[in-house]
């Protein structure tokens, strides 16, 4: 009998409001992600693009067919990305002036724009009970996604 390997893909999603960790969750890679990321390897898409994290008001569970937030309520371009052997880590800052209120839902949307709904939803996450960021603090959002095989 002939063992095949698969690979997995796992997203994860940290939440920092002024440096100290709050929330921490695994989350969706939706098939439109999944998608991108195949395109990637078949060279069809350039791996030089924009990547932004949206955040918005839906409640709607994540699902494996989303290709866009529920109510997107804003987004800015990921402020850094790095990768650390099979993890590769997206962060972004939300300084006291941006992203001011409750959000229930995030998403990153690869070869995005600052236009709502644009690119192509990699992950979408309703953390639990939500991330309430006010004038006064700082919001750093790290999104891990490890490739893993079996």
Known sequence: MIDHESIRIIGEWLF?????????????????????????????????????LAYGTGTTAAAAGDVKLQTEGGRKIVSTKTRSGVVAKLRTFLITTEGIGTWTEFGIFMAGTSAADSGTLLNRILPTGGIAKTASTVLTIEVRITFAAG
């Not at 960790?21 to 924009?50: C, D, F, M, P, R």
């Open 16 to 52: 920092y409001l002024d440096g100290v960790l709050v929330k921490q969750e695994k989350n969706l890679i939706v098939n439109a992600g999944l998608n991108y990321l195949a395109s990637l390897l078949a060279n069809e898409n350039t791996n030089n693009i924009s990547i932004y």
